[in-house]
């Protein structure tokens, strides 16, 4: 008897809300569009993906979604704050139901004692609140970096899709 594999997460996500006829938007830094790409790599996806800024650049984060230059000069583009006001600002500024963000350091350099390589944020946000998650996947190299940032990322909105109520 065959057993049946569990849908990913990209295919659940996709699956949730076209039927909720709700759609998201991604905000990506150090992963450069993978998490649209494997969003978009779902069959269906334009029923649900408005589209993704990839904004790697600081002043791209500020011109493109409106995260405040003060917060980046503050926190650092690496952060808790900068992860949420991407989530916000990508999701007001495409107008849609969900925006998905994500900011960190893959490497091999860039990082520091206090934000080292395989540091990363990531962050969903709602009209009911927006989500962050601080993960330290550790030097494990830059794509593997990359990899566990889209997987975790697809994660998290999935996570919040579960619990956040459909709308009547």
Known sequence: MA????????????????????????????????????????????????????????SAKSRMIQVQPRLIRDYGAVSNQVARAMADGARNTARVDYAVAVTGIAGPDGGSEKKPVGLVYVAVSSELATVVIEHRFGDLGRDAIRKATV????????????????KP
């Open 3 to 58: 057993t049946k594999t569990k849908p990913s997460a990209g295919k659940q996500i996709i699956d949730i809300l076209t039927e909720r006829n709700q759609t998201i938007v991604t905000a990506e830094s150090c992963t450069g569009g993978m998490v649209a790409s494997a969003l978009t790599d779902i069959p269906g996806a334009s029923a649900a993906i408005y589209g993704g800024y990839v904004t790697y650049a600081n």
């Open 151 to 166: 997987e975790a990322a697809l994660d998290l909105v999935l996570q919040v899709l579960t619990s956040d109520p459909p």
